[in-house]
């Protein structure tokens, strides 16, 4: 998953009340991020940054949870829920993910982020892995990022506009 901050204030409010004044608003809302805010873009260049073969031999040809297989690239939307453990919320997130029962791809993006390699294995595998954790994603999203970040701004202030005209004609 990519991280992304982009502070947004009264998001949740602002959707609550399009839900309640024009229903049908959201799902245009959700719709527009979808194919008009650079997210499609940045799923492009996301996959082509992810490597169409294993990045390491043993990975390839094999049936085991390790394999190599291409991830599944996609956008989750949902309206914004805060949890108990953080105030803050996503209303976007980028996914990128093996196929179940797979987690080569994650392991091969992502090993050495958080151990720095434990053991004698641990420190072969990232030495043959290139660069370092987030191998794929991340730079494929970074060239999107702020392109991103401006079209979601950009719808979410056009439908924050909308419901605070029509809340004024109420």
């Keep these: 998953m990519v991280a992304m901050r982009l502070d947004v204030e009264g998001v949740a409010e602002t959707l ?3 839900r309640k004044i024009e229903p049908d608003a959201l799902k245009a809302l959700r719709n527009e991020i979808k194919n008009d805010s650079g997210v499609t873009a940045a799923i492009s260049s996301i996959k ?4 169409t073969v294993a990045p390491l031999s043993g990975m ?5 949870e390790t394999r190599f297989t291409s991830p599944r690239v996609f956008i989750s939307l949902r309206s914004p829920r805060r ?3 953080s105030a803050e919320s996503s209303l976007v997130t980028l996914v990128a993910s ?3 029962g797979s987690f080569g791809f994650e392991l091969s993006d992502m090993a050495g982020r ?3 390699g434990r053991n004698a294995r641990g420190r072969a595998l990232l030495r043959n892995l290139s660069a370092k954790a987030s191998r794929f994603v991340y730079p494929g999203f970074e060239k ?3 392109n991103v970040a401006d079209g979601v701004k950009r719808i979410l202030d056009k439908y924050a506009e909308q419901v605070n005209v029509k809340l004024r004609v109420m």
């Design 114 to 116: 958080a151990s720095g």
């Design 98 to 100: 093996s196929p179940k």
């Design 16 to 18: 609550a009340a399009i």
């Design 83 to 85: 949890s108990m453990s």
């Design 144 to 146: 999107k990022e702020k």
């Design 60 to 64: 390839a040809n094999h049936e085991g």
């Design 48 to 51: 082509s940054e992810i490597p």
